[in-house]
């Protein structure tokens, strides 16, 4: 099945949630991500195989050059399959086009080969307070 690939791309709320919760592995909340996007993002992609959402990534940003990474979901029936890292470069081209010179993102340690290796972010410094 082919799998397209949308800046700003549209998606309903009880879908994303759906996606989010399998993704994070938390029960299904009613956030209204459509409007949250709208107000305060850069952008987003969308992943769809027949019409059907099968991945999301949020690029936020600071209204200047900088640009972060935000929310990577991948369907568990469409992991392993490049999804998610068309999704990270789509998000990239999204962000270069909108004059951003840097794309940031933190992860999780399970996911640094996925962000290292087949996105190609290099390891910098960081710094963190849990709040």
């Known amino acids: 099945m082919q799998i397209t690939y949308d800046w700003r791309g549209d998606f309903d709320?009880?879908?994303l949630?759906?996606?989010?919760s399998q993704g994070f592995g938390h029960s299904a909340l009613s956030i209204g991500w459509w409007e949250q996007v709208q107000r305060h993002s850069l952008g987003w992609v969308v992943a769809k195989a027949g019409g059907?959402?099968?991945?999301?990534?949020?690029?936020a940003w600071d209204g200047g050059v900088h640009a972060f990474v935000l929310d990577t979901l991948v369907d568990k029936e469409f992991q392993r399959r490049g999804v998610?890292?068309?999704?990270?470069?789509?998000?990239?081209?999204?962000?270069?086009?909108?004059?951003c010179e840097w794309l940031h993102v933190d992860?999780?340690?399970?996911?640094r080969?996925?962000?290292f290796e087949a996105c190609g972010f290099q390891p910098t410094d960081a710094?963190?307070?849990a709040l």
């Open 13 to 15: 709320d009880d879908t």
């Open 17 to 20: 949630n759906a996606l989010h």
């Open 52 to 59: 059907r959402l099968v991945g999301f990534v949020n690029v």
């Open 84 to 99: 998610g890292t068309s999704l990270v470069a789509e998000a990239a081209r999204g962000a270069r086009a909108a004059g």
């Open 107 to 111: 992860f999780d340690e399970e996911h």
């Open 113 to 115: 080969s996925f962000y």
């Open 127 to 129: 710094g963190l307070i």
